[in-house]
């Protein structure tokens, strides 16, 4: 079992930054490849960044691309969503999810996905 905590969520202007983090306890953390989705009111959870188990590959949606960065501290059991130039569609609930798979590539697809946080709101307002 691996138990996912988010944090660092909340309400900016767009065109501001949020940096979410996601804490990780249970089972060791450097096993597992981690992601990050969103779901935004009345629309299906939809992928926006991964990287793989040791690190250094990451995967994005084309939506984010250039504006966010996901990186992990295996040392600190925490991996990290940086949001910049934050947009008004970015408003959603994030979610944190390890996957087991994944250690050559980063996990796009969420049913490959073990575990999830609980979520953290990010509000952009325009």
């Known amino acids: 079992q691996v138990q996912l905590v988010e944090s660092g969520g909340g309400l900016v202007q767009a065109g501001g930054s949020l940096r979410l983090s996601c804490a990780a306890s249970?089972?060791?953390?450097?096993?597992?490849?981690m992601g990050w989705f969103r779901q935004a009111p009345g629309k299906e959870r939809e992928f926006v960044a991964a990287?793989?188990?040791?690190?250094?590959?990451?995967d994005y949606a084309d939506s984010v691309k250039g504006r966010f960065t996901i990186s992990r501290d295996n040392a600190k059991n925490t991996v990290y969503l940086q949001m910049n130039s934050l947009k008004p569609e970015d408003t959603a609930v994030y979610y944190c999810?390890?996957?087991?798979?994944?250690?050559?590539?980063?996990?796009?697809?969420?049913?490959?996905?073990?575990?999830w946080g609980q979520g953290t709101q990010v509000t952009v307002s325009s």
């Open positions: 249970g089972r060791t953390f450097r096993h597992y490849a």
């Open positions: 990287i793989r188990r040791s690190g250094g590959s990451t």
């Open positions: 999810g390890a996957a087991e798979s994944g250690y050559f590539q980063p996990v796009v697809a969420p049913q490959r996905y073990d575990y």
